[in-house]
């Protein structure tokens, strides 16, 4: 089974953002692998380990996001390929589905797994816009997987609900939480990982021209949530703590 | 996967010769690996660890043990075993960083520690090929867990005084083993124990002792202070038949295994340390941000930054000096033929040339954490001293550092005790540069000191050594044999010297950083530096005027108190307002910042 996981780099769980100028201050910022498209790698290994097959990782992004693909290499994927868009200013969902759209129309794939979200911009598009742009079919958020030939039964997260699902490959889906638990790298995972292939591929060697993929949005301002203000305790009668707690909602808080 | 210094430096240099920054191994030198397997780590102690450590402080062994066979089945047990008995043969940076992330494991680090490193390297470094092969493979998987036994109810520091004995038995089949080893952590649950016991009561070996040997048992565990997620229990030996092909090394040669394999336990019980005060620094800085008192954060106020600062500084001094010894392990033992590397007697070599780097390590990096766990206790106050936080544990799991593998004391003896037995060999001209420092002090000019960034922190380092030399010189030279009763002065040399390797190690590392990646990015590693270096100086000014004070007396007395002010002279920093810089940023990331 051709197996490929698409994943992103992304900041830390534990990262404090701070804007500079603007946009989110990267300079000194530790990264990981988004931890959805941690149970994306999680499932294809594990799939690939049942019914064999190769598991590709991909992510558009810059150099730097070798250090994740090689992470995705020591937990087990076998092969690893970076999309360097470097070049561009401006990027959004529909340039990343563009661009791996463009790149999967020249590969031989059965199913194509991602993370139902990125903890930094928190969109989710990216892989059904990709689904879309491939003509294949999607589920989104899905918490179990079964495979049987090309028939494919899935169970579905819907906001705490269970939606039990049948499709056929080929196929993308992307993964929510209790998916599965991933795996860390082993040692020698991380040893054997730096004798795996891993392919670094311009836009220009996918005859990409910037101008089609160009951003379909624009960033008018970057700001942090407000500060969280201290609590008010209200005392005296309990009626007329009510009252007060009424009228300070409506005209304070405003959500009444 | 190393990327080690090319340069092999001799143990105790560092005190006559220069080096450059980029000889010196750093954590920015770090590999890609190295911070994959770092990440590792921390994920398998966060994720499996921490959430028994309650089971594990109360002695539930069964959990420890399947913790050990996680660890292994993640490589953690086998990195500083070769891959041809079931390890992976990694570097020596690898198996620090692995140590330096255990810490947050509390007492359950030593239980790791203790497999892998003196439970298992006996057999990696002096095993012979049947030995290696009928035990590596087992403790590389955590199949089998080992343990270490040295210490006795009458024999601590002075480990050759030890009673057990082993006598083969009529038919050479068998060495017969009596006797009782105290303290031996793992000792509840290990299947195989390094033990030392003198062949017909005079010769001190070490044998290979399995725990189903017949006769073999341990005692109650033990109520200790600290660690209490490590276990610690006698072993006691009735009758036990060894065979006799698991001597390990030759008989009589013991002591070039045990204070070998204590060499290793130094320097790694001082990157142990190291991560312990990266921890405490976290959890004090997150609480010096919220606990509020007189409506601001207690992180406000320049007292508690000043701990903050000082506890950041002297990590980052104890965090140089280490990785600077793996380093210098890794370019030595990575040096080695593989022929070499199977030889006991020039692995033995390799290890104690740094004999001097591994007791400085040890008793620096200890007194570290002892300060931070310390502080880390005070900046919480009274919640500080309760069970339920964090820091209260760290502050007693810290207590044990400065005593085991050595006593802090019998390092800092150890230190001019080796430095004069490698001048009496020839190996280290110390008495040459003693001799000419005496010449150049008489005519020494005051120097011009740079105003570039580490310029003046270079110029203490330089003038640290002279220092040094120059007290070192005179107590050789007064007491000459008698040297070794006169311990408050030798351990005053010791502290000096020390403090001069943390500074270098300061200056160096910052050094190499500006180098790489340009001065505007290492900030906090300066000030860090600045900071460090000022204070260490001031502290090797004051040993050396006591030493001299001890010494002489009269025109010579204040002749030489002049040699010292001359050679101290130099405008000091302003270390508060420094301080204040470094605590700013520690509060505004919660951590140990570089």
Request: hydrophobic fraction near 40%.
């Amino acid at each position: 089974m051709n197996l490929f996981v698409i994943l992103k780099r992304t900041f830390d769980t534990e990262e404090k953002i701070s804007i500079a100028n603007g946009a989110i201050a990267h300079d000194s910022a530790e990264y990981i692998i988004n931890p959805y498209d941690e149970y994306a790698i999680e499932e294809a290994i594990t799939l690939r380990d049942t019914h064999g097959g190769e598991v590709t990782v991909v992510t558009v992004g810059t150099e730097e996001s070798e250090k994740e693909l090689r992470t995705a290499l020591a937990m087990g994927a076998d092969k690893a390929v970076l999309i360097d868009a470097e070049e561009l200013d401006h990027s959004d969902q529909f340039t990343t589905a563009a661009i791996l759209a463009t790149y999967f129309k020249e590969q031989e794939f059965d199913l194509i797994l991602g993370g139902n979200v990125a903890i930094d911009n928190g969109t989710g598009q990216v892989g059904p816009r990709l689904a879309e742009l491939l003509d294949i079919p999607q589920v989104t958020t899905i918490t179990k997987l079964e495979i049987n030939g090309t028939d494919v039964k899935i169970e579905r997260d819907v906001e705490g609900d269970v939606e039990k699902i049948e499709t056929s490959l080929p196929l993308l889906v992307t993964a929510q939480q209790g998916l599965n638990e991933p795996r860390y790298p082993s040692l020698p995972g991380i040893m054997k990982a730096k004798k795996k292939p891993l392919e670094t591929l311009e836009l220009d060697d996918l005859d990409i021209d910037e101008d089609d993929v160009e951003a379909k949005t624009k960033t008018i301002e970057v700001y942090l949530p407000a500060k969280k203000e201290a609590g008010k305790i209200l005392s005296g009668e309990l009626n007329d703590q009510v009252k007060e707690l009424v009228s300070l909602l409506r005209s304070e808080a405003k959500v009444i | 996967m190393s990327n080690t210094m090319e340069k092999v430096f001799k143990g105790g240099s560092f005190l006559i010769e220069d080096i450059e920054a980029a000889d010196m191994f750093t954590p920015e030198d770090f590999t890609e690996e190295h911070l994959m397997i770092a990440k590792t780590t921390e994920d398998y102690v966060l994720k499996e660890v921490v959430p028994q450590l309650d089971k594990l402080e109360d002695h539930q062994f069964d959990v420890s043990v399947d913790l050990l066979k996680k660890a292994g089945d993640l490589g953690l047990l086998g990195v500083d075993v070769p891959e041809e008995y079931g390890g992976l043969g990694l570097d020596k940076i690898s198996s620090s960083l692995i140590t330096e992330k255990f810490a947050r494991a509390r007492g359950f680090s030593i239980s790791h520690g203790a497999h892998v490193g003196i439970g298992s390297l006996p057999i990696v470094l002096f095993g012979n090929e049947d030995q290696k092969q009928r035990y590596l493979p087992d403790l590389a998987s955590g199949a089998r867990l080992a343990a270490y036994a040295l210490t006795e109810p009458g024999s601590g520091s002075d480990a050759l005084g030890a009673k057990t004995t082993a006598k083969l038995n009529a038919e050479g089949t068998h060495y017969v083993l009596n006797g009782e080893k105290q303290w031996i952590t793992n000792s509840a649950f290990a299947d195989v124990f390094v033990v030392y016991a003198k062949v017909d009561g005079e010769h001190f070996s070490a044998f290979i002792v399995e725990r189903n040997y017949k006769g073999v048992s341990t005692g109650p565990e033990e109520k200790k202070m600290g660690i209490k997620s490590s276990s610690t229990r006698t072993l006691i030996l009735e009758d036990v038949h060894v065979p006799k092909e698991n001597l390990l090394g030759e008989i009589g040669r013991g002591h070039v295994i045990a204070f070998n394999i204590l060499n290793i336990g130094r320097y790694k019980l001082a990157i142990g340390c190291m991560g312990g005060a990266k921890r405490s620094i976290e959890v004090s800085a997150k609480y010096a941000n919220e606990r509020q008192q007189f409506k601001k954060s207690i992180g406000s106020f320049p007292l508690i930054q000043e701990k903050l600062a000082n506890m950041a500084s002297q990590t980052y001094a104890a965090e140089s000096s280490v990785y600077r010894t793996a380093g210098l392990f890794e370019s030595r033992l990575g040096q080695l033929s593989e022929e070499e590397q199977k030889d006991g007697l020039q692995i033995g070599k390799s290890i104690a040339e740094y004999a001097i780097e591994c007791s400085l390590n040890k008793f620096f990096a200890s007194e570290v954490l002892a300060y931070v766990a310390d502080e880390a206790v005070q900046i919480h106050g009274g919640y500080g001293f309760m069970s339920e936080y964090e820091v209260e544990g760290a502050y007693r799991d810290a207590r044990i550092h400065r005593i085991f593998e050595g006593t802090n004391e019998i390092n800092r003896l150890l230190v001019p005790g080796t430095l004069v037995r490698k001048a009496m060999k020839g190996e280290l001209p110390l008495v040459e540069k003693a001799t000419a420092l005496q010449n150049e002090l008489m005519m020494m000019m005051p120097q011009e000191i740079g105003t570039e960034a580490l310029d003046q922190e270079k110029y203490l380092v330089s003038m640290a050594k002279k220092v040094i030399l120059m007290v070192a010189g005179l107590v050789v030279q007064k007491y000459g044999q008698k040297l070794e009763n006169e311990q408050e002065v030798l351990a005053n040399l010791a502290d000096m010297i020390s403090e001069l390797y943390a500074m270098e190690s300061t200056v160096l590392r910052t050094e190499k950083a500006f180098n790489r990646t340009g001065a505007e990015r290492h900030t906090q590693k300066l000030l860090m530096t600045e900071v460090f270096c000022q204070e260490a100086f001031n502290r090797i000014e004051a040993h050396a005027k006591e030493s001299i004070i001890a010494v002489e007396e009269g025109d010579t007395l204040r002749m030489m108190l002049s040699a010292l002010r001359k050679l101290t002279r130099h405008t000091p920093i302003n270390v508060i307002k420094k301080k204040r810089e470094i605590a700013t940023v520690v509060l505004e990331e919660e951590r140990y910042v570089l």
